[in-house]
Nanobody, 125 residues
Framework: QVQLVESGGGLVQAGGSLRLSCAAAGRTVSSYTVGWFRQAPGKEREFVTAISRTGGSTVYADSVKGRFTISRDNVKNTVYLQMISLKPEDTAVYYC??????????????????WGQGTQVTVSS
């Protein structure tokens, strides 16, 4: 069993920055891949980024590449999402999720077994 809790969301102007945190409880975060997804109103949940167990492998959606950075601190049992140069189209609820499969980080929602409750990010123009 894994519990994930996101924090760090808020309201920011376009061009601003935010850092989201995903704190894990239960199994240590080093035992699974962690992904970030987002869901805007009226849209499907979409992949943002993911990081492997060791942090040695990361993948990003094209829409956030170069602006978002995922990292993990296995000692603190936390995964971070640093977001810079935010755009209004980044507005969404952001979720972190855990994937216990062995292998490269997945972009597929179906690969993830546990999800947090989400944190709202709103970027004003």
């Amino acid at each position: 069993q894994v519990q994930l809790v996101e924090s760090g969301g808020g309201l920011v102007q376009a061009g601003g920055s935010l850092r989201l945190s995903c704190a894990a409880a239960g199994r240590t975060v080093s035992s699974y891949t962690v992904g970030w997804f987002r869901q805007a109103p009226g849209k499907e949940r979409e992949f943002v980024t993911a990081i492997s167990r060791t942090g040695g492998s990361t993948v990003y959606a094209d829409s956030v590449k170069g602006r978002f950075t995922i990292s993990r601190d296995n000692v603190k049992n936390t995964v971070y999402l640093q977001m810079i140069s935010l755009k209004p189209e980044d507005t969404a609820v952001y979720y972190c999720a855990a994937d216990f499969r062995i292998g490269s980080p997945s972009r597929s929602l179906g690969s993830y077994d546990y999800w947090g409750q989400g944190t709202q990010v709103t970027v004003s123009s």
